[in-house]
């Protein structure tokens, strides 16, 4: 699996398929093989010949766990994605975020949007600029003893993923608490590359991707029928969306 080390950290990555780049940023908790690729994500873009580039992001997967708070900064994962860049030689991309992913995927765009083609937001809408991400009793739930002891239902749902994949539970307890950042509504307002905005129409926890929408000039926004937050990202009206999306760039 190759890697590559920003300071003292080792973020590990994959890198398939020929074509224009893609960078894809997975949700909390999860890993690249878990949001890309189980999903077939991977598989669709280079199938559509794309270069699927796909990073486990600090506290994540094979890269490096870490557990102070402040190195979880959503400005410091956008910084992350920005050094894979810089790595592979790649003067930009589009960038596909999911959840946390997404996040970071719009402070990239705002920071430096010549190195983001486009910027695609999975399972995040008005709560980028609403809401710094999970509270923290989804950290809470994460140190507990086990998942019988959490006793907030939504909580428990992020505990056993996390057990499922096999997380460093204070690695991911420190990510929440690190990476409670959101951007203003004025600078959503100043993200000046195109954007796709796609929640399912179930997500109690990404809010209105309209609204989010409406705020990013020339944004577009797509519902993803009778999905929650945890099933959307796999669903095929989000993928048809997002070719649909990419098939648009010149």
Request: net charge negative; with cysteine.
């Amino acid at each position: 699996m190759p890697s590559f080390r920003r300071d003292d950290v080792e973020i590990a990555f994959l890198d398939e398929g020929e074509g224009e780049p893609i960078v894809l940023v997975h949700g909390f908790g999860s890993n690249k093989e878990v949001n890309w690729v189980a999903t077939r994500w991977v598989a669709t873009l280079t199938r559509v010949r794309r270069r699927v580039i796909a990073p486990d992001m600090r506290g994540h997967g094979a890269s490096t766990k870490l557990y102070d708070p402040a190195a979880y900064h959503t400005s410091i994962m956008a910084d992350d994605v920005r050094a894979l860049l810089d790595h592979l030689g790649l003067g930009w991309a589009d960038i596909l975020g999911y959840s946390m992913g997404a996040r970071v995927a719009a402070f990239l765009a705002l920071a430096d949007p010549e190195r983001v083609r486009s910027a695609i937001l999975g399972g995040l809408g008005i709560r980028l600029v609403e809401s710094a991400g999970l509270p923290e009793n989804v950290a809470e739930a994460l140190e507990a003893r086990s998942a019988a002891d959490v006793a907030d239902p939504k909580a428990r749902i992020y505990r056993e993923f996390a057990e499922e994949t096999g997380s460093d539970f204070a690695a991911l307890a420190a990510c929440i608490r690190g990476s409670r950042q959101s951007l203003t509504r004025a600078e959503a307002a100043r993200i000046g590359v195109p954007v796709l905005v796609a929640v399912g129409t179930k997500d109690e926890i990404a809010g209105s991707p309209h609204e989010l929408a409406a705020l990013i000039p020339g944004a577009q926004a797509a519902d993803i029928p009778r999905r929650d937050h945890m099933r959307a990202v796999g669903d095929r009206v989000f993928k048809q969306a997002v070719l649909r999306f990419l098939g648009e760039r010149p």
